[in-house]
Nanobody, 119 residues
């Protein structure tokens, strides 16, 4: 079983940057992809982006494209989300997830980390 743990959230002013980390348990990740999602108060969970674990290719939602970057460090079993030019509308709880090949909803999820962007 995969366990995921996010860290790096916090309070930042608009225009600032944060880097989130997601560490997965186990010797090495054997799933299809890992990704980031977020959920703001009163809103549905939103896809942010993901990285194909074996190929390293990345995909992003239009709302974050050009501002957010996903990367991975296989040696550290860690995925990162570098967030630049943050906006108040980026405020949300950010979750990392693992797709083991049968979709995000059937995969593994972390507990989330709060990101708050002040105007």
């Amino acid at each position: 079983q995969v366990q995921l743990a996010e860290s790096g959230g916090g309070l930042v002013q608009a225009g600032g940057s944060l880097r989130l980390s997601c560490v997965h348990s186990g010797h090495s990740f054997s799933g299809l992809a890992m990704g980031w999602f977020r959920q703001a108060p009163g809103k549905e969970r939103e896809y942010v982006g993901n990285i194909n674990w074996s190929r390293g290719t990345t995909f992003y939602a239009d709302s974050v494209k050009g501002r957010f970057t996903i990367s991975r460090d296989n040696a550290k079993n860690t995925m990162y989300l570098q967030m630049n030019s943050l906006k108040p509308e980026d405020t949300a709880v950010y979750y990392c997830a693992a797709d083991m090949g049968i979709g995000w909803n059937s995969g593994y999820w972390g507990q989330g980390t709060q990101v708050t962007v002040s105007s």
